[in-house]
């Protein structure tokens, strides 16, 4: 509507100057920068005008951002990033070892706009043993990624994670190349969930509101790539502890077995045996 507003005064004013024009021989200079000056002043108006409305516009939509992360139950952000664009949002509850994520239901691919855009938030709780995967993408390609590799096998195990997350942020990522323009930063991440395994949370891109953007989005998408591949990190060793830990019964129910066969044990002592070596 701004534009539409300013679009206007500036074809009043150049209408205006070329009818005199017309019927005048001598037209005064005054006049002429009157009808220049007019055009400026109302391309201007026009211009805040819409910038106004956007800023209006993506405010209302980030309080409806906030209000759905407020509204998430059982869990507290201790670390949260909103996307420039206000399309995604990522938090971290490092007290009940929970990573939260907003998603628009709709992708708004232009410039905000009231009449255009929607914005439908759907959130997302997983625990951190639920993170199996975390990739940086620049303009759609991967330039660092972090995940748990076959010794997974994408098994969820229960649990809390050992340590804070939040000291370590530091030498788990680094950039890989550079380039002079980048119009869309990405942190892609994958969880351990059949119905929907992957999510995107936008640091750039294209249609930014403006709102919230500062300058330091790469620097905070690799922030939270390196506390995604802490997390994923520990959880990995956890995993390998309790392998380890279920190849060494292995091995003593089959040694148990062959004194049973032997002769060695008596059904009683092989039962009893057996117990202890489950129940640890």
Known sequence: MGGGIGCLGMIMFALLLFAVAGNSEELSTGFVWFCIIGIGVSGFVGLYLDQKRKFNFAEEIMKKLINTVKSVKGFNATQEFYSPNLESYIGLDESNNKVCIIENKHKNSWELSKSISKFDYESYVYSFDEI?????????????????GSQIG????????????????????SPTESKSITNKLELQIAVNNTEKSSYKVYFLAPHDTGLTLKGDEEEKLYHWHNLLSHIINKSSDKVVSYSN??????????????????????????????????SN
């Open 132 to 148: 199996i995967q975390s990739e940086i993408l620049r303009d759609g390609i991967i330039i660092n990624k972090t995940d748990r």
């Open 154 to 173: 994408g098994a969820i195990i229960g649990g809390a994670i050992a340590g804070g997350v939040g000291a370590v942020i530091g030498g788990l990522g």
């Open 245 to 278: 830990n279920q190849l060494s019964i292995s091995d003593e129910l089959k040694k148990l077995a062959e004194l049973k066969h032997q002769g060695i044990l008596t059904d009683a002592e092989f039962n009893q045996e057996k117990q202890r070596l489950l």
